[in-house]
């Protein structure tokens, strides 16, 4: 299962950046220690737009807080999920139907939000 999930994360990497960039394990934090997690980080993702972080991959499930446009977070997988509208920056050019990402962030002064983001609205940084 867990080859699964990166070979999935390194399809992302590929698709969304369409420069072949595949995700590395060793990612080092873009804004602060506080916003990404390494020892999970798959790859480092930015928000394209503010989205609402979800606790499974469909739009209609709870929403955990909201992802604040430009923030720079960890993604620490990529899976298929439930159907997402796309709008604004988060228009899908790379035909990616029901991709989600799995993200880790941390508020300034909260606790660390783990959830899932529609993938077309998150942009792959490329490597350090």
């Keep these: 299962m867990k080859k699964l999930l990166l070979a999935g994360a390194a399809a992302a990497a590929i698709t969304v950046t369409g420069l072949g960039v595949s995700p590395s394990a060793s990612a080092a934090p873009a804004s602060s220690p506080s916003d990404v997690t390494i020892a999970s980080c798959l790859y480092k993702v930015k928000a394209k737009e503010a989205i609402k972080i979800r606790t499974s991959k469909k739009k209609s499930a709870t929403a955990l807080g909201v992802l604040p446009k ?13 159907k997402y509208n796309y709008h604004d920056g988060c228009n899908n050019k790379h035909d990616w139907k029901n991709a989600w990402d799995h993200i880790s962030y941390k508020p300034k002064g909260h606790r660390t939000i783990k959830g899932w983001v529609p993938s077309t609205c998150l942009k792959v940084l490329p490597k350090a």
């Design 70 to 82: 430009g923030k720079t977070v960890c993604s620490d997988k990529w899976e298929t999920g439930g």
